[in-house]
């Protein structure tokens, strides 16, 4: 199995420009969460979707869009980056949001954002 | 609001040392505990999964413990080594929302 799958590992783009991360998971798991990681704050909780045609806020939602049309891929849009959306960004998955089973993430996309 | 607090924020001790990591919780109410390992520049690779209804699991030179009604738990690591050397993130599942991190302790283990 591929697990949490993540693309693309690194990017860099302007202020101002939109894109998109990419996250695919294989273990037909409902719950999906994209998380960010910075020096000093831990990681944070973006957005989540506990299945298919579900998304919610987290912690720190401002800037960026999810939406959840399959059970397998939960992508997250930027819509006009910032230098303060730098980051490393985790997409997370597993089974459901009361599950007993363990989460799972993917290798992370290291953003910046000049 | 489930806070996770772990402490210390960083740890340097000589190859072979015994250490425990610790992990505390404001809401015991959890479905489980789940302990990570991160490589510099790398992802989160889970370690240990602890149920709300356990109080301990092993996995090798690991042992993690839970005491839910204190919001505790702690990860021991016997005998370590330089390849011991990561950051280890305490995470919290309370059912209700994602999982919740602390800010993790960063070891290094010095040969």
């Known amino acids: 199995n591929a697990g949490v799958t993540q693309t693309p590992k690194f990017q860099v783009l302007k202020t101002g420009q939109s894109m998109t991360l990419q996250c695919a998971q294989d273990?037909?798991?409902?719950?999906m969460s994209w998380y960010r990681q910075d020096p000093g704050m831990g990681l944070r909780l973006i957005h989540y979707?506990?299945?298919?045609?579900?998304?919610d806020q987290g912690e720190v939602p401002n800037g960026y869009n999810v939406s959840r049309s399959t059970t397998e891929d939960f992508p997250l849009r930027l819509l006009s980056a910032a230098p303060s959306q730098t980051s490393v960004y985790f997409c997370?998955?597993?089974?459901?949001?009361?599950?007993?089973?363990?989460?799972?993430f993917g290798q992370g996309t290291r953003l910046t954002v000049v | 609001k489930q806070e996770v607090t772990q402490i210390p924020a960083a740890l340097s001790v000589p190859e072979g040392e015994n250490l425990v990591l610790n992990c505390s919780f404001t809401?015991?109410?959890?479905?489980?505990l789940q302990w990570f390992r991160q490589d510099p520049g790398k992802g989160l690779t889970s370690l240990l999964l602890?149920?709300?209804?356990?109080r301990e699991q092993t996995s090798g030179r690991l042992n993690a413990s839970l005491d839910k009604s204190s919001g505790r738990s702690t990860l021991y690591i016997a005998a370590s080594q330089p390849g011991d050397s990561a950051t280890y993130l305490c995470?919290?599942?309370?059912?209700?929302?994602?999982?919740?991190f602390g800010k993790g302790t960063r070891l290094s283990v010095i040969a």
């Open positions: 997370a998955s597993s089974y459901s949001e009361m599950s007993t089973t363990e989460a799972f």
């Open positions: 273990m037909n798991h409902e719950y």
């Open positions: 979707s506990v299945g298919a045609g579900i998304t």
């Open positions: 809401d015991s109410a959890i479905y489980n």
């Open positions: 602890i149920q709300s209804s356990q």
């Open positions: 995470a919290v599942n309370s059912g209700n929302t994602p999982l919740v």
